[in-house]
């Protein structure tokens, strides 16, 4: 009888931890983050007119005579060494400049406004020394956001601060800020769709006063003629004889759709890298941010 009485505790008390530690699991797995990740952080490039220093660079990794890019797991050399000052445990950014490979002109100032805010690098990884060399060093890839490649850049790693989203409820009707405007670029590897999750380009930055944290509302004007491929002209009041409206009104005379909003991760001098927070829809490039 004693034996079975424990043996009944003993299988109940099991019972109360797994419980707790589904639920606990459960929760942990429904909640909601204050900030972006890490992979947010420090895969989200940049966009800058002021050209970064490609002296450091990735020469080659293992295996290299079959392998041209580099993956978790790989181990990679460096151009620089114990001559330059590298140690065991140094931490590195890997980052490459990039180009639309199959350009398109999406709305009407995308090239200028392409042009205006530099050159755009995207972040390939994180890395860390682990064996150091006269001249070279060889380091592991503690974060990938990409492939490696021969001559990709690497930059003495600095920690960005992770600004936390803001508890305001996101109203589908907010009237205009009042503060600077501008348009979305382009999205993170040159898309032209983005969401919720995804990072996009805006031309504004430090030189405009944008800092790391500031919300971005983004917004679009019905029938403003300025995008040139995703759109059908007049669709916003006519659409083939399916009903019209007796006079055409014009994008200044019709309420603005807001479609969503982002937080600003990093900034260039005349750009911004917006991790879009909320999305009612598809945002394409060329619709409208200000400045919450």
């Given at each position: 009888m004693p034996e079975k009485m424990s043996y009944r505790i003993l299988s109940l008390g099991l019972k109360i931890c797994f419980g707790i530690a589904i639920c606990a699991g459960a929760t942990a797995a429904q909640r909601v983050p204050n900030a972006p990740s890490e992979a947010d952080l420090y895969c989200s490039g940049v966009a800058?007119?002021?050209?970064?220093?490609?002296?450091?660079?990735?020469?080659?990794?293992?295996?290299?005579?079959?392998?041209?890019?580099?993956?978790?797991?790989?181990?990679?050399?460096?151009?620089?060494?114990?001559?330059?000052?590298?140690?065991?445990?140094?931490?590195?950014?890997?980052?490459?400049?990039?180009?639309?490979?199959?350009?398109?002109?999406?709305?009407?100032?995308?090239?200028?406004?392409?042009?205006?805010?530099?050159?755009?690098?995207?972040?390939?990884?994180?890395?860390?020394?682990?064996?150091?060399?006269?001249?070279?060093?060889?380091?592991?890839?503690?974060?990938?956001?990409?492939?490696?490649?021969?001559?990709?850049?690497?930059?003495?790693?600095?920690?960005?601060?992770?600004?936390?989203?803001?508890?305001?409820?996101?109203?589908?009707?907010?009237?205009?800020?009042?503060?600077?405007?501008a348009m979305i670029v382009f999205g993170k590897n040159y898309s032209v769709i983005s969401g919720a999750g995804k990072v996009v380009f805006v031309n504004l930055g430090t030189a405009q006063g944008v800092q790391v944290g500031d919300y971005f509302r983004v917004f679009r004007y019905s029938g403003a003629h300025n995008e040139l491929l995703y759109q059908v002209a007049n669709t916003s009041y006519k659409v083939y004889g399916f009903g019209s409206a007796p006079v055409a009104y014009q994008w200044d005379n019709l309420p603005r759709q807001v479609l969503g909003e982002g937080i600003v991760l990093r900034t260039g001098p005349n750009s911004s890298t917006v991790l879009l927070t909320t999305a009612r829809e598809e945002i394409y490039d060329g619709d409208y941010v200000e400045l919450e």
């Open positions: 800058t007119d002021q050209a970064i220093p490609n002296d450091t660079y990735i020469i080659s990794g293992e295996n290299s005579r079959y392998k041209n890019t580099f993956h978790p797991g790989d181990y990679v050399y460096i151009n620089h060494g114990e001559a330059e000052g590298i140690k065991v445990g140094d931490q590195f950014e890997v980052m490459r400049p990039v180009h639309d490979l199959a350009p398109n002109k999406w709305f009407r100032w995308q090239i200028q406004l392409s042009q205006a805010m530099g050159t755009l690098y995207a972040d390939i990884g994180i890395l860390r020394v682990v064996n150091v060399q006269a001249k070279t060093a060889t380091a592991e890839l503690k974060l990938a956001c990409d492939m490696m490649q021969r001559g990709d850049i690497v930059r003495p790693f600095t920690a960005r601060p992770a600004p936390p989203y803001h508890a305001v409820k996101f109203n589908p009707f907010a009237p205009p800020s009042g503060k600077k405007t």
